[in-house]
């Protein structure tokens, strides 16, 4: 599915709808270049699934910011950072993987960690403003 984004509230009103479709135990792979609005898109969805606004500062430093939500814990992990994939291990990833909804903002430093089975957004900037993809969200 695809959503065309003009506006930062828009990116709101998007992870507002796609919140309740996430379960424990799916794993969100975050696509997109640096500023694309990965992080916005994480932080609306936080504010969502807590019924409440909380600081969400994006994880670039300390790699992972974990979230109680009322359902699960929720993993929100920036690995721009990461210089191997075994470095994912030492922040608990599997354990992440296993027990609540895990967002990781780029994925692809993870290699072969990150699971075939998982969901992907991709959010690229066009004329029109951000356009998202979504595949694999049941």
Request: glycine residues 8%; proline residues 7%.
């Amino acid at each position: 599915m695809d959503f065309v984004i003009p506006t930062e509230d828009d990116m709101m009103t998007i992870a507002q709808k796609l919140a309740p479709l996430f379960q424990q135990g799916d794993i969100v792979a975050l696509y997109g270049t640096l500023g694309v609005g990965k992080t916005t898109f994480v932080r609306a969805l936080v504010h969502t699934l807590l019924g409440k606004k909380v600081e969400v500062p994006s994880p670039t430093f300390t790699l992972l910011q974990t979230y109680d939500t009322p359902a699960y814990p929720l993993y929100h992990f920036d690995f721009y950072r990461l210089k191997s994939p075994e470095e994912a291990y030492e922040i608990g990833i599997e354990d992440a993987f296993g027990s609540g909804l895990s967002l990781i903002e780029w994925p692809d430093k993870l290699g072969s960690i990150l699971p075939k089975k998982h969901i992907s957004i991709t959010i690229e900037i066009t004329p029109q403003g951000r356009l998202m993809h979504v595949e694999g969200l049941k």
